[in-house]
């Protein structure tokens, strides 16, 4: 199973950046995807998380900024994310949802600058 994410980077207060995780190895459409984020520190959060079917869940601090999407055809799902603020800093990662079946790799790191 691999599960890799990238589209990270370093954004200023307001940017908006897209973030694509490619998954191989499992029943993909099969599957609630998420991702999730952990910042220097702090626990391992999930920020979004999307249904086979489409319907899609928020956390509070993300609702109305970050967009969670997926292509079943190409084993992809992908977090949009706008109006970035400097506490969305952190390494961002794509899992399935309860439960983790990849392990946790690097992700991809997303830095806010005020």
């Known amino acids: 199973v691999q599960l890799q994410a990238s589209g990270g980077g370093l954004v200023q207060t307001g940017g908006s950046l897209r973030l694509s995780c490619a998954a191989s190895?499992?029943?993909?459409?099969?599957?609630?995807m998420a991702w999730y984020r952990q910042a220097t520190g702090k626990q391992r959060e999930t920020v979004a998380r999307?249904?086979?079917?489409?319907?899609?869940i928020y956390a509070g601090s993300v609702k109305g900024r970050f967009t969670i999407s997926r292509d079943n055809a190409k084993n992809t799902v992908y977090l949009h994310m706008n109006n970035l603020k400097p506490e969305d800093t952190g390494a961002y990662y794509c899992n399935t949802w309860p439960n983790s079946i990849a392990t946790w790799g690097q992700g991809t790191l997303v830095t806010v600058s005020s």
């Open positions: 190895g499992i029943a993909f459409s099969a599957n609630v």
């Open positions: 999307i249904s086979r079917s489409g319907n899609t």
